[in-house]
C-alpha cells in the first residue's frame, strides 16, 4: 500500500491504543481519511506480547489515590477501571471473538505481614468509597503466611496480540488504511490547514491531526528525544514465562481455565494467570531500567526473572515441578513517577499551537483495558474537541515534557526487589523490546 499524500487523521503505532483509535474514530466518522503507521507489524510491542490479565485498576494504590488527589478522583477513577474493562469484553466480543476468556476475578494476595496490614487499609477505603473490592481469605501457595487477598471484578484472560489484530482488521473494514514497515522519524510544521507534517522512512504525509501511541516501542527521530510522546515516561525491562499444556486433572485442580488471576501485593512481585490452552502465564520478578543499562545486564536481568519465576512456579503445586516452561520472553513497558498514565494533547514548540499532537502511553503495567479506553478517549476529543471528564492533571492530559526530571526522580527511587529474590539482586524492568512468546528448551531454563 502506498503512503498517501495527505490524511485528516495519522496515527503512530498500529498497538492497542493505535489500533482502538483508528476503529473508534472511523466508526464514528467514515467519511474522515484514518491513516496508521506502524514501524514494524501490528501488535508488535507489548499489545501483542503482554501477559493478557484484563481486570480493573489504573493509578497508584486506592489509598495513594484518596491521599493525593481525594475521594471524587479516586472514586471516579476506579469505576472507570471497571467501565474499561466492561468496554474491552464488548469489543472483543464484536470484533474479535475468542481473544477473551472471562476470568473468575483477579485476587491480590499479600505474601508477608506488612503487605496483609496494606490490603486491610485499601479494603478500609474501597469500602469507605462505596467500591465493590472487599478483603477475602485466601488458601493461594503465595499467600500461605497471611490467607490476605483483595478480590477484583471484572476480569478476563486475554490474547492480546490477537485481540489487537482484531481491531486493526475491523478498522481496515471501516476504511482505514494501515501501512506497517512504515517508521515515523520528524514531526514538521505543515501548511494551511494541514497543521502537521509527518516524516517517515518512506515520504511524508500531511495531517490535521496526529496521535502518537506507541508508548515506550523503539522511535527514531525526534520521537526519540521524547519531543513527542509520552510525557516522563521511564522505559522497563519485564519478564514473562509460560508452561506447557498442564493435564487436565491438574488443569481442574488449580481451578481450571476461568480460575482467578492471583497477583502478588509487591510493587514486583508474582502474577499469574491459566490460559485457555491449560498454560500458566507468570510475570514479575527482577527488572532494570533501560536508560543507562547495556544489553548484557538486560540479558541477565531477564535469566534471573525467569529463573525466580519458576520458583515461584514451584511453590503453588508439587505437580507442577514437573511441568515444563516452555515460552519465556522479555520487553518494555513505560512507568511514570506518579504511577498515572499520560493520555492527552501535546504542545509541540515546532509545530504551534494549530497542530494538533495527542499522546498515549505510561500504563504501569496495568494497561490492557486502559489502552484501549484511551482510544475511545482521544478519538472523542479528536473529533468534538470536548474537554475530558476527569481532572487534566492526573487522567488525561499530561501536557508537560518533563521527561528529563522524571528519569533523574527514578534513578533516585529505584524499587527494590522483592525479598523472594534475594538481597543484591538487580531490578530489570525491559529490554531492547517485546518479543513474542518463543519456544525454548527446557534445559535453557534451569
Not at 476506579?78 to 475468542?98: F, I, M, Q, Y
Not at 512481585?269 to 533501560?290: M, N
Not at 508537560?400 to 533516585?412: D, E, I, K
Request: charged fraction near 20%; proline fraction near 8%; charge should be positive.
Amino acid at each position: 500500500m502506498n503512503l498517501p499524500s495527505a490524511a485528516d487523521i495519522v496515527v503512530i503505532g498500529a498497538g492497542l491504543t493505535g489500533a482502538s483509535t483508528a476503529l473508534h474514530l472511523a466508526e464514528h466518522r467514515p467519511e474522515l481519511e484514518v491513516v496508521v503507521l506502524e514501524a514494524q507489524c501490528v501488535a508488535a510491542g507489548a499489545s501483542g506480547a503482554g501477559t493478557g490479565l484484563l481486570g480493573p485498576r489504573l493509578g497508584p494504590p486506592i489509598d495513594v489515590a484518596r491521599r493525593r488527589d481525594g475521594d471524587h478522583i479516586a472514586r471516579q477513577r476506579h469505576r472507570d477501571s471497571v467501565t474499561a474493562v466492561d468496554r474491552v469484553l464488548t469489543l472483543a466480543e464484536k470484533h474479535a471473538p475468542g481473544t477473551v476468556t472471562p476470568a473468575a476475578g483477579q485476587l491480590m494476595v499479600a505474601t508477608g505481614a506488612a503487605q496483609a496490614t496494606a490490603l486491610r487499609r485499601r479494603a478500609a477505603v474501597y469500602a469507605t468509597l462505596g467500591l465493590d473490592v472487599v478483603l477475602t481469605e485466601t488458601n493461594d501457595p503465595w499467600a500461605t503466611r497471611t490467607r490476605t487477598a483483595l478480590a477484583y471484578h471484572p476480569a478476563a484472560g486475554v490474547a492480546p496480540g490477537a485481540l489487537t489484530r482484531g481491531l486493526v482488521d475491523a478498522a481496515r473494514a471501516a476504511g482505514v488504511q494501515v501501512l506497517e514497515r512504515t517508521v515515523v522519524r520528524d514531526l514538521e510544521p505543515g501548511v494551511a490547514g494541514w497543521p502537521v507534517h509527518v516524516v517517515t522512512d518512506r515520504g511524508a504525509v500531511l495531517a490535521r491531526a496526529v496521535v502518537v501511541a506507541v508508548d515506550v516501542a523503539h522511535r527514531a527521530g525526534r520521537l526519540s528525544d521524547g519531543l513527542v510522546g509520552p510525557d516522563g515516561q521511564v522505559p522497563l525491562q519485564v519478564s514473562a514465562s509460560a508452561t506447557a499444556e498442564l493435564p487436565p486433572d491438574l488443569l481442574a485442580e488449580l481451578g481450571g481455565v476461568t480460575a482467578p488471576h492471583v497477583i502478588s501485593a509487591s510493587a514486583l512481585g508474582p502474577y499469574r494467570r491459566i490460559t485457555t490452552e491449560g498454560r500458566i502465564v507468570l510475570g514479575g520478578g527482577p527488572a532494570v531500567p533501560v536508560t543507562g543499562s547495556t544489553a548484557s545486564s538486560r540479558a541477565s536481568a531477564a535469566r534471573q526473572a525467569w529463573t525466580w519465576q519458576r520458583r515461584q512456579l514451584d511453590v503453588l503445586h508439587p505437580r507442577l515441578r514437573g511441568v515444563p516452561v516452555t515460552h519465556r520472553w522479555s520487553g518494555r513497558i513505560g512507568v511514570t513517577r506518579d504511577g498515572l498514565p499520560r493520555v492527552g494533547r501535546l504542545v509541540v514548540d515546532a509545530i504551534g499551537p494549530d497542530g494538533e499532537v495527542w499522546t498515549a502511553g505510561g500504563w504501569n503495567g496495568h494497561g490492557l483495558a486502559a489502552t484501549i479506553d484511551a482510544g475511545r478517549r482521544i478519538a472523542d476529543q479528536v473529533l468534538t474537541a470536548r474537554r475530558p471528564d476527569l481532572p487534566p492533571a492526573r487522567w488525561l492530559l499530561g501536557s508537560s515534557l518533563a521527561r528529563p526530571l522524571v528519569l533523574a526522580a527514578l534513578r533516585l527511587q529505584t524499587p527494590s526487589a522483592p525479598a523472594e529474590s534475594g538481597r543484591g539482586s538487580p531490578i530489570v524492568l525491559d529490554v531492547t523490546r517485546i518479543r513474542p512468546p518463543v519456544p525454548i528448551r527446557e534445559e535453557t531454563t534451569r
